[in-house]
Protein backbone atom coordinates (compact mmCIF):
# COMPACT_ATOMS: atom_id res chain seq x y z
CA UNK A 1 0.00 0.00 0.00
CA UNK A 2 1.53 3.54 -0.74
CA UNK A 3 1.09 5.96 3.00
CA UNK A 4 2.58 8.75 1.20
CA UNK A 5 -0.69 10.37 -0.62
CA UNK A 6 -2.05 10.19 2.85
CA UNK A 7 0.80 11.76 4.86
CA UNK A 8 1.62 14.43 2.67
CA UNK A 9 -1.61 15.49 2.46
CA UNK A 10 -2.25 16.03 6.10
CA UNK A 11 -2.74 20.35 7.51
CA UNK A 12 -3.23 21.01 11.26
CA UNK A 13 -6.27 22.44 11.90
CA UNK A 14 -6.20 26.28 11.99
CA UNK A 15 -7.98 25.99 15.37
CA UNK A 16 -5.04 24.23 16.63
CA UNK A 17 -5.92 21.26 19.46
CA UNK A 18 -6.83 21.54 22.77
CA UNK A 19 -4.00 19.48 24.96
CA UNK A 20 -6.37 18.65 27.82
CA UNK A 21 -8.52 16.28 25.81
CA UNK A 22 -5.77 15.58 23.34
CA UNK A 23 -4.66 12.62 25.19
CA UNK A 24 -8.14 11.06 25.15
CA UNK A 25 -9.44 11.80 22.10
CA UNK A 26 -6.37 9.84 20.16
CA UNK A 27 -7.19 7.37 22.68
CA UNK A 28 -10.34 6.49 21.17
CA UNK A 29 -9.19 6.72 17.78
CA UNK A 30 -6.58 4.43 18.61
CA UNK A 31 -8.82 2.48 19.76
CA UNK A 32 -11.29 2.66 17.07
CA UNK A 33 -8.99 2.02 14.73
CA UNK A 34 -7.12 -0.83 15.43
CA UNK A 35 -9.97 -3.03 17.68
CA UNK A 36 -7.75 -5.77 19.09
CA UNK A 37 -5.32 -6.12 16.26
CA UNK A 38 -1.27 -6.03 17.21
CA UNK A 39 0.50 -2.90 16.97
CA UNK A 40 4.26 -2.59 16.51
CA UNK A 41 6.33 0.67 17.08
CA UNK A 42 8.99 2.13 15.70
CA UNK A 43 10.91 3.30 19.46
CA UNK A 44 14.14 5.34 18.77
CA UNK A 45 13.76 6.25 22.02
CA UNK A 46 13.71 9.80 21.33
CA UNK A 47 11.01 12.22 22.38
CA UNK A 48 8.15 11.38 19.86
CA UNK A 49 8.50 7.81 19.58
CA UNK A 50 8.50 7.33 23.40
CA UNK A 51 5.85 9.78 23.97
CA UNK A 52 4.08 7.95 20.96
CA UNK A 53 4.99 4.90 22.85
CA UNK A 54 3.24 5.90 26.48
CA UNK A 55 -0.04 6.39 24.39
CA UNK A 56 -0.26 3.39 22.80
CA UNK A 57 0.68 1.49 26.06
CA UNK A 58 -2.27 3.73 27.59
CA UNK A 59 -5.01 3.00 24.81
CA UNK A 60 -4.25 -0.27 23.90
CA UNK A 61 -1.98 -1.98 26.62
CA UNK A 62 -0.82 -5.53 25.49
CA UNK A 63 -1.61 -5.18 22.26
CA UNK A 64 1.57 -3.02 21.49
CA UNK A 65 5.25 -4.22 20.81
CA UNK A 66 7.86 -1.54 20.89
CA UNK A 67 11.04 -2.65 18.23
CA UNK A 68 13.81 -0.34 18.96
CA UNK A 69 16.57 -1.16 15.84
CA UNK A 70 20.06 -0.29 16.72
CA UNK A 71 21.14 0.92 13.33
CA UNK A 72 24.71 1.66 14.38
CA UNK A 73 23.57 5.09 13.85
CA UNK A 74 22.95 6.16 17.49
CA UNK A 75 24.64 8.38 19.71
CA UNK A 76 27.61 6.70 22.15
CA UNK A 77 25.84 4.14 24.80
CA UNK A 78 22.22 5.02 23.58
CA UNK A 79 21.45 2.07 22.18
CA UNK A 80 22.13 0.86 25.71
CA UNK A 81 20.04 3.37 27.86
CA UNK A 82 16.93 2.97 25.55
CA UNK A 83 16.95 -0.65 25.90
CA UNK A 84 17.29 0.37 29.73
CA UNK A 85 14.50 3.03 29.88
CA UNK A 86 11.85 0.89 28.40
CA UNK A 87 13.12 -2.67 29.78
CA UNK A 88 11.00 -1.98 32.75
CA UNK A 89 7.73 -1.49 31.00
CA UNK A 90 4.16 -2.89 30.30
CA UNK A 91 5.09 -3.53 26.98
CA UNK A 92 6.39 -6.11 24.52
CA UNK A 93 10.32 -4.73 23.61
CA UNK A 94 12.36 -6.11 21.18
CA UNK A 95 15.51 -4.87 20.55
CA UNK A 96 17.04 -5.45 16.91
CA UNK A 97 21.11 -5.50 15.91
CA UNK A 98 21.11 -4.01 12.75
CA UNK A 99 24.16 -2.19 12.70
CA UNK A 100 25.83 -4.44 9.77
CA UNK A 101 22.98 -4.25 7.59
CA UNK A 102 22.33 -0.46 7.71
CA UNK A 103 26.28 0.24 7.30
CA UNK A 104 26.40 -1.87 4.32
CA UNK A 105 23.23 -0.23 2.44
CA UNK A 106 24.99 3.05 3.12
CA UNK A 107 28.65 1.89 2.03
CA UNK A 108 29.80 4.46 -1.06
CA UNK A 109 26.75 6.78 -0.42
CA UNK A 110 27.31 10.77 -0.31
CA UNK A 111 24.33 12.44 -1.14
CA UNK A 112 21.91 13.67 1.85
CA UNK A 113 18.87 12.78 0.34
CA UNK A 114 19.88 9.29 -0.93
CA UNK A 115 21.16 8.41 2.60
CA UNK A 116 18.07 9.09 4.22
CA UNK A 117 15.93 7.49 1.19
CA UNK A 118 18.12 4.32 2.15
CA UNK A 119 17.57 4.61 5.70
CA UNK A 120 14.14 4.91 5.73
CA UNK A 121 13.93 1.92 3.62
CA UNK A 122 15.85 -0.19 5.83
CA UNK A 123 13.80 1.02 8.56
CA UNK A 124 11.22 -0.40 6.88
CA UNK A 125 12.47 -3.65 5.50
CA UNK A 126 13.73 -4.27 9.35
CA UNK A 127 10.43 -3.89 10.67
CA UNK A 128 8.56 -5.88 8.20
CA UNK A 129 10.67 -8.93 8.55
CA UNK A 130 10.82 -8.72 12.47
CA UNK A 131 6.88 -8.21 12.45
CA UNK A 132 6.81 -11.21 10.40
CA UNK A 133 8.75 -13.13 13.43
CA UNK A 134 5.85 -11.95 15.79
CA UNK A 135 3.20 -13.18 13.48
CA UNK A 136 0.20 -10.83 12.98
CA UNK A 137 0.61 -7.12 13.33
CA UNK A 138 -0.99 -5.52 10.89
CA UNK A 139 -0.79 -1.69 12.19
CA UNK A 140 3.08 0.52 12.09
CA UNK A 141 2.53 2.85 14.46
CA UNK A 142 5.53 6.33 14.36
CA UNK A 143 5.99 9.08 16.24
CA UNK A 144 5.53 11.32 12.88
CA UNK A 145 5.15 15.05 14.18
CA UNK A 146 4.02 18.19 11.86
CA UNK A 147 7.26 19.73 11.42
CA UNK A 148 8.12 16.64 9.79
CA UNK A 149 4.91 17.00 7.58
CA UNK A 150 5.63 20.41 7.01
CA UNK A 151 9.46 19.58 6.14
CA UNK A 152 8.42 16.61 3.73
CA UNK A 153 6.65 19.10 1.13
CA UNK A 154 2.92 18.09 3.26
CA UNK A 155 1.68 21.20 5.31
CA UNK A 156 -0.37 23.74 3.75
CA UNK A 157 2.28 25.60 1.72
CA UNK A 158 5.20 23.26 1.18
CA UNK A 159 8.13 22.39 -0.98
CA UNK A 160 10.47 19.80 -0.20
CA UNK A 161 13.09 20.84 2.06
CA UNK A 162 14.25 17.80 3.78
CA UNK A 163 13.05 14.21 3.27
CA UNK A 164 12.41 12.89 6.93
CA UNK A 165 12.82 9.18 7.34
CA UNK A 166 9.69 8.77 8.65
CA UNK A 167 7.51 10.76 5.63
CA UNK A 168 9.49 10.98 2.03
CA UNK A 169 11.31 8.07 2.74
CA UNK A 170 8.86 5.38 3.24
CA UNK A 171 8.53 2.86 0.19
CA UNK A 172 5.97 2.21 -2.38
CA UNK A 173 5.38 -1.50 -0.87
CA UNK A 174 4.92 -1.97 2.69
CA UNK A 175 3.39 -4.51 4.08
CA UNK A 176 1.47 -3.43 6.79
CA UNK A 177 -2.42 -2.93 6.55
CA UNK A 178 -2.07 0.88 8.01
CA UNK A 179 -0.01 3.53 9.77
CA UNK A 180 -0.75 4.46 13.72
CA UNK A 181 0.43 8.01 13.70
CA UNK A 182 -1.11 9.82 17.17
CA UNK A 183 0.63 12.83 17.23
CA UNK A 184 0.56 13.86 13.53
CA UNK A 185 -1.26 16.90 13.96
CA UNK A 186 1.16 18.00 16.74
CA UNK A 187 4.05 20.15 17.48
CA UNK A 188 7.48 19.55 19.20
CA UNK A 189 6.44 21.30 22.32
CA UNK A 190 3.12 19.76 22.45
CA UNK A 191 4.70 16.92 22.15
CA UNK A 192 6.67 17.51 24.93
CA UNK A 193 3.53 18.73 27.36
CA UNK A 194 1.88 15.41 26.49
CA UNK A 195 4.72 13.29 27.57
CA UNK A 196 4.43 15.18 30.81
CA UNK A 197 0.78 14.41 31.01
CA UNK A 198 1.35 10.74 30.44
CA UNK A 199 3.94 10.54 33.27
CA UNK A 200 7.10 9.73 31.42
CA UNK A 201 9.88 10.43 33.52
CA UNK A 202 11.41 14.19 32.56
CA UNK A 203 14.61 13.10 30.75
CA UNK A 204 12.54 11.79 28.51
CA UNK A 205 10.36 14.03 27.51
CA UNK A 206 12.52 16.82 27.82
CA UNK A 207 15.80 15.59 25.68
CA UNK A 208 16.89 17.54 22.47
CA UNK A 209 15.56 16.08 19.08
CA UNK A 210 17.48 13.17 17.33
CA UNK A 211 17.06 13.10 13.70
CA UNK A 212 15.55 9.76 13.01
CA UNK A 213 18.23 8.95 10.29
CA UNK A 214 20.68 9.02 13.23
CA UNK A 215 24.36 10.25 13.18
CA UNK A 216 24.06 9.95 8.92
CA UNK A 217 23.05 13.30 8.80
CA UNK A 218 25.93 14.75 10.84
CA UNK A 219 28.48 12.24 9.71
CA UNK A 220 29.00 14.21 6.14
CA UNK A 221 30.31 12.26 3.38
CA UNK A 222 30.31 8.30 3.58
CA UNK A 223 28.89 7.02 6.78
CA UNK A 224 31.74 4.24 8.24
CA UNK A 225 31.89 2.94 11.62
CA UNK A 226 35.30 4.71 12.01
CA UNK A 227 33.64 7.96 11.16
CA UNK A 228 31.16 7.44 12.99
CA UNK A 229 32.94 6.38 16.20
CA UNK A 230 35.02 9.63 15.89
CA UNK A 231 31.96 11.64 15.52
CA UNK A 232 30.49 9.49 18.58
CA UNK A 233 33.33 10.15 20.93
CA UNK A 234 33.35 14.04 20.20
CA UNK A 235 29.36 14.08 20.49
CA UNK A 236 29.95 12.98 23.87
CA UNK A 237 32.15 15.66 24.36
CA UNK A 238 29.87 18.44 23.22
CA UNK A 239 26.80 17.27 25.07
CA UNK A 240 28.54 16.83 28.38
CA UNK A 241 29.85 20.61 28.51
CA UNK A 242 26.47 21.82 27.54
CA UNK A 243 24.50 19.84 29.67
CA UNK A 244 26.12 20.76 32.63
CA UNK A 245 24.89 24.69 31.60
CA UNK A 246 22.21 25.98 33.84
CA UNK A 247 20.44 26.92 30.73
CA UNK A 248 21.26 24.78 27.92
CA UNK A 249 20.29 25.66 24.55
CA UNK A 250 17.87 23.58 22.69
CA UNK A 251 20.25 21.35 20.76
CA UNK A 252 23.39 20.64 20.36
CA UNK A 253 25.72 18.12 18.84
CA UNK A 254 28.52 17.86 17.34
CA UNK A 255 29.17 16.81 13.17
CA UNK A 256 32.36 14.88 11.50
CA UNK A 257 33.09 17.22 8.31
CA UNK A 258 34.46 15.86 5.20
CA UNK A 259 37.10 18.31 5.21
CA UNK A 260 40.23 16.84 6.17
CA UNK A 261 43.55 19.40 7.70
CA UNK A 262 46.76 19.37 9.02
CA UNK A 263 47.16 18.75 12.64
CA UNK A 264 50.16 18.35 14.50
CA UNK A 265 49.43 15.08 17.02
CA UNK A 266 52.84 13.82 19.52
CA UNK A 267 54.72 15.80 17.20
CA UNK A 268 53.57 13.92 14.13
CA UNK A 269 51.97 15.56 11.62
CA UNK A 270 48.41 14.11 10.81
CA UNK A 271 45.88 14.84 8.11
CA UNK A 272 42.46 14.35 9.79
CA UNK A 273 38.94 14.80 9.80
CA UNK A 274 37.64 18.67 10.71
CA UNK A 275 35.19 18.13 13.16
CA UNK A 276 31.84 21.45 13.76
CA UNK A 277 29.96 21.69 16.78
CA UNK A 278 26.77 22.93 16.94
CA UNK A 279 25.01 24.59 19.23
CA UNK A 280 21.36 26.34 18.85
CA UNK A 281 18.10 27.78 20.10
CA UNK A 282 14.56 28.17 18.63
CA UNK A 283 10.92 28.06 19.90
CA UNK A 284 9.41 25.93 16.68
CA UNK A 285 12.95 24.53 15.29
CA UNK A 286 11.56 26.92 11.80
CA UNK A 287 13.91 28.91 12.43
CA UNK A 288 17.09 29.04 14.98
CA UNK A 289 19.79 30.74 16.67
CA UNK A 290 22.98 29.63 16.53
CA UNK A 291 23.95 30.27 20.34
CA UNK A 292 26.48 32.65 21.40
CA UNK A 293 28.48 30.33 23.51
CA UNK A 294 31.37 31.65 25.79
CA UNK A 295 34.73 31.34 24.05
CA UNK A 296 36.19 29.60 27.36
CA UNK A 297 33.70 27.28 27.31
CA UNK A 298 34.21 26.58 23.17
CA UNK A 299 37.69 26.63 23.93
CA UNK A 300 37.79 23.68 26.51
CA UNK A 301 35.49 21.41 23.75
CA UNK A 302 37.69 21.78 21.75
CA UNK A 303 40.83 21.28 23.52
CA UNK A 304 38.86 18.41 24.67
CA UNK A 305 38.26 16.79 21.44
CA UNK A 306 41.71 17.47 20.23
CA UNK A 307 43.19 15.35 23.32
CA UNK A 308 40.37 12.64 23.90
CA UNK A 309 38.97 11.87 20.14
CA UNK A 310 41.93 10.21 18.06
CA UNK A 311 42.00 11.30 14.21
CA UNK A 312 40.89 14.88 14.61
CA UNK A 313 43.22 17.51 13.47
CA UNK A 314 40.75 20.66 13.98
CA UNK A 315 37.62 21.68 15.69
CA UNK A 316 35.33 24.62 14.46
CA UNK A 317 32.15 26.34 15.60
CA UNK A 318 28.67 26.98 13.35
CA UNK A 319 27.97 30.58 13.44
CA UNK A 320 24.84 30.46 11.17
CA UNK A 321 21.31 30.40 11.98
CA UNK A 322 18.52 29.13 10.55
CA UNK A 323 17.86 30.34 8.13
CA UNK A 324 19.36 30.07 5.76
CA UNK A 325 21.30 27.46 6.86
CA UNK A 326 18.88 24.18 8.70
CA UNK A 327 20.18 22.71 12.19
CA UNK A 328 21.12 20.06 10.70
CA UNK A 329 23.99 19.42 7.84
CA UNK A 330 22.46 17.01 5.66
P1 LIG B 1 16.60 21.04 10.18
O1 LIG B 1 17.96 20.47 9.90
O2 LIG B 1 15.59 20.61 9.17
O3 LIG B 1 16.16 20.41 11.56
O4 LIG B 1 16.63 22.54 10.37
C1 LIG B 1 15.04 20.80 12.27
C2 LIG B 1 14.85 19.80 13.37
O5 LIG B 1 14.49 18.55 12.82
C3 LIG B 1 15.47 17.57 13.13
N1 LIG B 1 15.66 16.76 11.91
C4 LIG B 1 15.13 15.56 11.67
N2 LIG B 1 14.34 14.79 12.43
N3 LIG B 1 14.30 13.15 10.71
C5 LIG B 1 13.93 13.58 11.95
O6 LIG B 1 13.22 12.85 12.63
C6 LIG B 1 15.10 13.87 9.89
O7 LIG B 1 15.41 13.47 8.79
C7 LIG B 1 15.52 15.15 10.41
N4 LIG B 1 16.28 16.14 9.88
C8 LIG B 1 16.34 17.12 10.83
C9 LIG B 1 16.70 18.32 13.52
O8 LIG B 1 17.54 17.56 14.40
C10 LIG B 1 16.12 19.55 14.17
O9 LIG B 1 15.75 19.30 15.50
Known sequence: MSHQAKQLRYVRPESGFDLDTYAADQIDQIRDQVGDSKVLLALSGGVDSSVCAALLAEAIPGQLTCMFVDTGLMRLHEADQVEAAFADRNVNFVRVEAED????????TTDPEAKRKIIGEEFIRVFEEEAAKLGDIPFLAQGTIYPDIIESGGGAHGDTIKSHHNVGGLPEDVNFEALVEPLIGLYKEEVRALGKQLGLPEYLYTRQPFPGPGLSVRCIGEVTKPRLDTL????????????ALTTPPKQYF???????????VDDTRVYAPVICVRAIDTVDFVTAEYVQLPHSLLSKISQRITSEVPGVSRVVYDITSKAPATVEWE
Open 232 to 243: RLADAIVREELD
Open 254 to 264: AIITNSMSTGV
Open 101 to 108: RFLAKLAG
